[in-house]
């Protein structure tokens, strides 16, 4: 496996230009996007009730029906997000349509105390399984939270960048570009904890749109 970013990209592209020959040459009417994560997948704190995953779907322009099942446990590490994805997710895939998994990382593994090899291992092995039943995976990291944790979230992002790079799969990086943006940071002084607020979780948003989201699943390019 490759880590080459260049190579990464390439591929992607070629299996989004692959998806969208298939879906029009098949007539499959659903693109069926499961979504799986913590709470920062299913937008708490949002006061719009949107958050990344809402804002994102708004944006996604495709000829075909397009479902987005957002599948959040709050508080879930990689450990338990593990032992549960494969049974909820394989329920709401469709053989008529095109099954994709958007895997929404959160902070959470270093609050548990686990270690960055274990985190790898949990994210490789969903990547994998997802790779054997030929369901393309699209992994968005983990964004900032409380300040004196962020250079264990820049090396747990790393990390997770890595494994999904070893692999060929889309990564978005949410820690370093926001890690020190003014907008983020005044959105996270007024929000709920460690939760971003409407502008925070539009930041996200955009972050997803421009790194590759489009050429993933196979539509017209980014910049829409």
Known sequence: MTTDPEAAAAMICVRGAAARRDRTEAGVGELRLVVVGDELAAGTGDPKALGWVGRVAARTATPDVLSVLTLAVPGETTTALGARWQ???ERRLSPDADNRL??????????????????????????????????????VGPPPGAAADGDRIAELSAAFADVAARRRVPYVETYAPLAAHDQWLADMASGVGELPSQAGYGL??????????HTWLGLP???Q
């Open 221 to 223: 390019d980014d910049a």
């Open 87 to 89: 049974d909820e997710v």
């Open 102 to 139: 958007v895997v929404a990382l959160g902070r959470h593994d270093l609050a548990a105390g686990l270690t960055l090899a274990r985190s790898r291992l949990n994210l490789a092995n969903v990547l994998d399984v997802a790779e054997q039943q030929r369901l393309p995976a699209f992994v």
């Open 204 to 213: 996200m948003a955009w972050l997803v749109l421009h790194t590759g989201w």
